[in-house]
C-alpha cells in the first residue's frame, strides 16, 4: 500500500498534526517529494482529500528552512570535498520557475570524476547564463573540469579544461544525417568511426586497470 493511501498514518496525522506532529509531516513530505517523486501541488491535492490542510506553499518553506538550518555545513562540507578531487564532469541544463517566463535559469551539476576517490555529485542554482556561478563553484579547485565545450566555460585554464568526445562526436553524426555522402566514404565517417573506437579501448581499459594504469598505458602506447 502506497504512503498517502494508509488510512492509519492519515487518522494518526490527524491526531498528532497540533501536538508533536510536525516532524511527522516534514518527514513525510520530504519522503513523498524526494522519495516517491511527488511535486508539492500534487501533494497538496493529496492531503486535501484526506482532510489535511498541507498547502504547496507550506512544504516548499519547510524544504527551504531544512537546507538553511540543518543541511548547509553539510552541502558546504561536500563541496569542499568535491574540490579535493582530481577530476571533475561539470554540465547544466535550463528550468522554469515560477517568477520567470523564459529558461534562463540553469541547474549546474558537478561532480566527481568515474575514478575519484570520492563519488560526490553537487547542484546549484544560476539566475542566469553567465559564468560567475560556475567560477564561484571552482573557485581554489586546481584539478582538471571537464565540459561539453559551452562558453561558460571558457575562464578555465587551457591546460585544466578538458573537451567530451561524446558531444564532439555528436556533431559529425548530426552532419552525416543532413548529407548524402555515405558514412564509409565521408570525413565526418571516419571521425565518428575512429572516435568509436576510442570509446571501445577505453571500455577496455577501464575493465582491466585503474585510473592511474589507464593514463601510464596512454602515455606509454599513444603519442600525438
Known amino acids: ?21 510536525k516532524w511527522l509531516r516534514k518527514l513525510l513530505r520530504k519522503m513523498l517529494k524526494y522519495v516517491y517523486k511527488v511535486p508539492c501541488y500534487l501533494q497538496e491535492a493529496m492531503w486535501k482529500l484526506k482532510g489535511l490542510p498541507l498547502t504547496r506553499q507550506q512544504m516548499s518553506k519547510w ?39 523564459k529558461n534562463q535559469h540553469l541547474l549546474l551539476v558537478v561532480t566527481s570524476g568515474k575514478f575519484e576517490e570520492k563519488n560526490i555529485t553537487e547542484f546549484t542554482h544560476s539566475d542566469g547564463r553567465s559564468s560567475e556561478t560556475a567560477k564561484k563553484l571552482l573557485s581554489d579547485f586546481n584539478g582538471y573540469v571537464q565540459t561539453d565545450g559551452y562558453s561558460r566555460y571558457n575562464f578555465l585554464d587551457r591546460t585544466r579544461h578538458l573537451g567530451c568526445l561524446a558531444h564532439v562526436r555528436r556533431y559529425f553524426v548530426d552532419f552525416l544525417k543532413n548529407s548524402s555522402f555515405k558514412a564509409s566514404k565521408s570525413f565526418s565517417g571516419e571521425i565518428v568511426k575512429d572516435i568509436d573506437e576510442v570509446f571501445e579501448l577505453e571500455r577496455k581499459l577501464s575493465a582491466k586497470f585503474n585510473d592511474d594504469e589507464r593514463l601510464n598505458y596512454r602515455r606509454k602506447n599513444f603519442s600525438l
Request: glycine share 2%; hydrophobic share 40%.
Open 1 to 21: 500500500m502506497t504512503l498517502w493511501k494508509s488510512t492509519l498514518l492519515t487518522e494518526a496525522l490527524k491526531k498528532h498534526i497540533d501536538r508533536s506532529g
Open 63 to 101: 524544504l527551504i528552512d531544512v537546507f538553511n538550518n540543518q543541511l548547509s555545513p553539510l552541502y558546504a562540507l561536500l563541496l569542499k570535498e568535491l574540490k579535493r578531487q582530481r577530476f571533475l564532469n561539470m554540465d547544466e541544463t535550463p528550468y522554469n520557475t515560477l517568477a520567470s517566463e
